[in-house]
């Protein structure tokens, strides 16, 4: 597909979303506060987005920087960021990824993807989100939504997050790279779901190959 053709379908997908809430990490983003787009990164893996806001919102309250978030027991952070997903897990990672930003960083968020995978809880997905809606440097955060929905308009073919990232950097303008997680994340949530997806409603249906759709609504 001519990139031509995928910014068309780019464009009419956001005008479709326009009146759906963006996702969790997004809305956070907009306070320009990195650390906190690194922790409601970290918090919305493997979590509904409803969840997200509300462990993010009660945990920002009590600690929002490094300085203040070392203060607290894994257990006290544990039991504000509850019910995300891994969330024992995830208290102790935000604990010793605050440590680690005070002792390496100066208590800042690092602003190039090594210095990020660096970090222990950090993944490439994360880091590229952080980079892209914190930073404002061109990154493409491809996440479950970013590759199913590439692979089934025919954009890409590939079987993995990484692959799918290397191919659309190949055939996206850098322009558009950071709001293209947003926008096919809330398409994903919303219209082209994993199963039975909404082609009654798409409207990109005539610029999409349907690959790997089967039942769809």
Request: contains cysteine.
């Amino acid at each position: 597909m001519s990139t031509g053709r995928i910014l068309k379908t780019l464009k009419f997908i956001k005008a479709r979303i326009r009146s759906f809430v963006v996702p969790s990490v997004t809305r956070f983003s907009k306070s320009k506060d990195h650390y906190r787009v690194l922790i409601s990164c970290l918090l919305s893996l493997r979590t509904k987005d409803k969840t997200t806001v509300q462990a993010s919102q009660r945990l920002f309250k009590v600690a929002d920087k490094p300085e203040s978030m070392i203060k607290l027991t894994a257990e006290r952070i544990r039991k504000l960021i509850y019910p995300v997903g891994f969330y024992r897990n995830k208290s102790k990672i935000i604990l010793d990824l605050s440590k680690k930003l005070l002792e390496d960083f100066s208590g800042k968020v690092p602003d190039t993807l090594n210095a990020l995978l660096g970090l222990k809880g950090v993944g490439r997905k994360t880091a590229n989100l952080v980079l892209g809606l914190g930073f404002g440097i061109p990154a493409i955060c491809v996440d479950t939504h970013v590759h199913r929905i590439s692979n089934r308009l025919g954009w890409v073919k590939t079987s993995s997050p990484e692959e799918t990232e290397s191919a659309l950097q190949k055939i996206i303008p850098t322009g558009k790279w950071i709001e293209l997680n947003t926008i096919l994340v809330t398409f994903g949530q919303n219209i082209c779901l994993p199963v039975s997806p909404f082609c009654s409603k798409c409207n990109v249906y005539g610029f999409c190959k349907r690959i790997g759709v089967g039942k769809s609504r």
